[in-house]
């Protein structure tokens, strides 16, 4: 299986040379550390930064440049700061090519919760439902499971919505699915990860059509 590394390092092979790109808070945010080489890709966190880099070293970090998630980054030559609306306007706008952001459950058409737990504290839904609405090329980054063993691939999400119907890819721990048709249809399995156990660990529809690569990272 892989690890939250493993799953940034899949993702990043989905970038395209020239895109703009909004990572999410959580494990999408790793994604800007594995770009591949030759590809000139510009990062862009909602609250305000264009041309995102990776993470900086140790004792090189500077608490003015911070992303959604308010971790320390770097910004690359010629990237920008500004306001928020100046950001939600690049969002709504539909100038991001990919989106990826974590989440809690997927439904197996496409619905996505990420935002709130019933019961438990939470600051706001942040910018996710903005970014879900305007994008075309949505990429979630999740566990398969949750810490019971429980699937978060199901038939319908059980958590308040983020967005309906707008999931194109996953990839998780285990597995890349795309949501197709109304079901998840399993493209890669990730090292050492067998059909089966994916199966096991899906509750939602889940097609398989022929052999199934395993991941390249």
């Given amino acids: 299986m892989l690890d939250k590394i493993g799953i940034a390092k899949r993702i990043a092979q989905e970038l395209n040379d020239g895109w703009y790109v909004n990572l999410g808070i959580g494990i999408p945010t790793l994604v800007a550390n594995y770009v591949p080489k030759g590809l000139n890709v510009e990062f862009q966190s909602e609250n305000g930064i264009l041309g995102m880099g990776a993470f900086p070293y140790e004792g090189e ?89 429980k699937s978060k691939l199901l038939k319908r999400c059980s958590l308040p919505l983020t967005g309906v119907a707008c999931v194109r890819r996953i990839v998780t721990n285990m597995a890349v699915l795309d949501i197709k048709d109304g079901a998840f249809v399993l493209v890669e399995r990730a090292p050492g990860v067998s059909v089966e156990e994916i199966q096991n660990a899906t509750e939602g529809k889940l097609v398989v059509e022929g052999e199934v690569p395993e991941m390249k990272l």
Wanted: charged share 20%.
């Fill in 61 to 149: 970090e500077d608490a003015d440049y911070i992303n959604a998630g308010k971790q320390t980054v770097t910004i690359l030559p010629g990237g920008s700061i500004f306001d928020s609306a100046t950001s939600f306007a690049m969002i709504r706008g539909q100038h991001i090519q990919m989106t990826v952001l974590g989440a809690m459950e997927v439904a197996e058409n496409g619905d996505i919760a990420n935002w709130k737990i019933p019961g438990k504290m939470v600051k706001g839904m942040g910018g996710a439902m903005d970014l879900v609405a305007s994008a075309d090329n949505i990429i979630v980054a999740m566990m398969h499971t949750n810490k019971r063993g």
